[in-house]
């Protein structure tokens, strides 16, 4: 049972490139979500998905897409990096009601030149 | 929209007890939830309370709540250096977390 792992684990990308960050939880939990965590500012909420086939917006979701095709696995998409999207990127998933418990992955820290 | 204060620094010595306060501004969340992210890893849940009790005790850990005044507490007897990190006291809004800034706690030997 691995959890929550995410790929890369560091990546550096120069202004206007995209990439995927990977996000993969064995643990069948229907909720999962992305955070990105600045200094001083906590994890803020991008987007979250509450099972396969339906995402929705968090409170950061410009400059990020996703899907959500399987329960396994909850990509995020940076369409154009841009400088103020460096920052630490974490991925979460568990299960959906009263009492839920979130299993955070490692992170990925991302770097925009 | 709801929102969580937590002081940002908390320095204490090995052994002394330490205190991490967290106020909401609002809260109808069932649980509340103590998490733990140490230097450059991802958050753990440290401990959580149900909204109806005011206190739960697990083992060197207490969580004290005050629904009326939307205050929630973590108390870590005996503190170790192990115990340096970020703690989070997030809502729970209709399953999504909301975070406030952290409280970095520093242990010095």
């Known amino acids: 049972n691995a959890g929550v792992t995410q790929t890369p684990k560091f990546q550096v990308l120069k202004t206007g490139q995209s990439m995927t960050l990977q996000c993969a939880q064995d643990?069948?939990?229907?909720?999962m979500s992305w955070y990105r965590q600045d200094p001083g500012m906590g994890l803020r909420l991008i987007h979250y998905?509450?099972?396969?086939?339906?995402?929705d917006q968090g409170e950061v979701p410009n400059g990020y897409n996703v899907s959500r095709s399987t329960t396994e696995d909850f990509p995020l998409r940076l369409l154009s990096a841009a400088p103020s999207q460096t920052s630490v990127y974490f991925c979460?998933?568990?299960?959906?009601?009263?009492?839920?418990?979130?299993?955070f992955g490692p992170g990925t820290r991302l770097t925009v030149l | 929209g709801e929102d969580v204060e937590q002081s940002l620094f908390l320095s204490v010595r090995e052994g002394d007890s330490s205190v991490i306060n967290c106020t909401y501004t609002?809260?109808?969340?069932?649980?509340l939830y103590w998490y733990k992210q140490e230097p450059g890893a991802g958050l753990q849940l440290l401990t959580y309370?149900?909204?109806?009790?005011d206190m739960k005790q697990d083992q060197r850990l207490t969580v004290l709540l005050n629904k009326k005044d939307k205050h929630l507490s973590l108390r870590i007897a005996d503190t170790q250096t192990g115990d340096s990190a970020i703690y989070f006291c997030?809502?729970?809004?209709?399953?999504?977390?909301?975070f406030g800034q952290g409280t970095e706690l520093s242990v010095k030997p």
């Open positions: 979460a998933s568990g299960l959906v009601g009263s009492y839920n418990e979130q299993f």
């Open positions: 309370i149900f909204s109806n009790m």
């Open positions: 609002d809260s109808s969340s069932t649980y």
């Open positions: 998905s509450v099972g396969a086939g339906i995402t």
């Open positions: 643990m069948n939990h229907e909720y």
């Open positions: 997030p809502l729970n809004q209709g399953g999504k977390l909301i």
